[in-house]
Nanobody
């Protein structure tokens, strides 16, 4: 079983920055993909950014050039640097880990962008 714990969310003004972290623990053997998803009120959960085992990354068009996903393989940690935040980035952000075809999710961390 895999446990994921997100941290780093909060309230920030438009144009500000936040850095999210995700700590993975438990039965981790060979991670295929780690990534960030988000869900705004009344909307479906959507992909924000993912990083595969080889290091390649993929971003939602809405965050390209503003968000950067990175991973510390030694610590099984995932990060999301979010710059130039907009009110539409407001959502609960979830960490996801895919291993051997099985997905694990964290409990989420709230990000609110408002003046």
């Amino acid at each position: 079983q895999v446990q994921l714990v997100e941290s780093g969310g909060g309230l920030v003004q438009p144009g500000g920055s936040l850095r999210l972290s995700c700590a993975a623990s438990g039965s981790i053997f060979s991670i295929d993909v780690m990534g960030w998803y988000r869900q705004a009120p009344g909307k479906e959960r959507e992909l924000v950014a993912v990083i595969v085992s080889g290091g390649n990354t993929n971003y939602a068009d809405s965050v390209k050039g503003r968000f950067t996903v990175s991973r510390d393989n030694a610590k099984n940690a995932l990060f999301l640097q979010m710059n130039s935040l907009k009110p539409e980035d407001t959502a609960v952000y979830y960490c996801c880990l895919l291993q051997n075809g099985a997905a694990s999710w964290g409990q989420g961390t709230q990000v609110t962008v408002s003046s």
